[in-house]
């Protein structure tokens, strides 16, 4: 069964960049899925779709944090990651990584999910 | 458009139907998906492709879309599905994401 581990700093100073790797288990980063994912969550807030990263390394991001964000694979390990730079308290959130799921096609949902870290960005 | 529009809350008492819409202009040509979630816990997907329903999901849950508008039913609804739901599609490119402000469904 398809299993994912968020995992990274859970508190990061203003303007520096925020680290986080999902670490997949239970199958494979290259065919487990079509894409992988992030989505964050402020706290009391809703869901905001980050970005989707594609084994081959292709990236989509979303146009609001697109300037500020890197996604990446690393296939030997079994992982991927994102890197979020300058920082700010808007940015603290629950963030979850995911796989796609319930495909059809490039049209897929998100499953399964991780259960999140929270960080937080403070001095 | 890139947004999808949810109404904040939904309250209904046990045994009637709970319905939660979707709008958006992504959903005349994309899919949605609708996620429960529960306090404290990680979305779970109740439908996908705008109306099956997901692997051990009950019955009472189903979807439907007419034009820009997607929603969710569920059909007696009871105390433990009361969540947050969130509905989501992608863009005219279906490269880019979108989930819905999230509605709170309300059982009592």
């Known amino acids: 069964q398809l299993q994912l581990q968020e995992s990274g700093p859970r508190l990061v100073k203003p303007a520096e960049t925020l680290s986080l790797t999902c670490a997949i288990s239970g199958g494979s980063i290259r065919s487990s899925t079509l894409y992988w994912g992030w989505i964050r969550q402020p706290p009391g807030k809703g869901l905001e779709w980050i970005g989707t990263?594609?084994?081959?390394?292709?990236?989509y991001s979303s146009p609001s944090l697109k300037s500020r964000l890197t996604l990446s694979v690393d296939t030997p390990n079994n992982q991927f990651y994102m890197k979020l730079s300058s920082v700010t308290a808007a940015d603290t959130a629950m963030y979850y990584c995911a796989g796609a799921g319930y495909c059809t096609g490039a049209s897929c949902g998100f499953d399964p999910w991780g259960q999140g870290i929270l960080v937080t960005v403070s001095s | 458009s890139y947004e999808l529009t949810q109404p904040p809350s939904v309250s209904v008492s046990p045994g009637q139907t709970a319905r939660i819409t979707c709008s958006g202009d992504a959903l005349t040509k994309k899919y949605a998906y609708w996620y429960q979630q529960k306090s404290g816990q990680a979305p779970v997907v109740v439908i996908y492709?705008?109306?099956k329903r997901a692997s051990g999901i009950p019955e009472r849950f189903s979807g439907s879309t007419s034009g820009a508008v997607a929603t969710l039913t569920i059909s007696g609804a009871q105390v433990e599905d009361e969540a947050d739901y969130y509905c989501?599609?992608?863009?005219?490119?279906?490269?880019?994401?979108?989930f819905g402000g999230g509605t709170k469904l309300t059982v009592l």
């Open positions: 989501q599609s992608a863009d005219s490119s279906g490269n880019l994401r979108v």
């Open positions: 990263v594609y084994y081959s390394g292709g990236t």
């Open positions: 492709e705008d109306m």
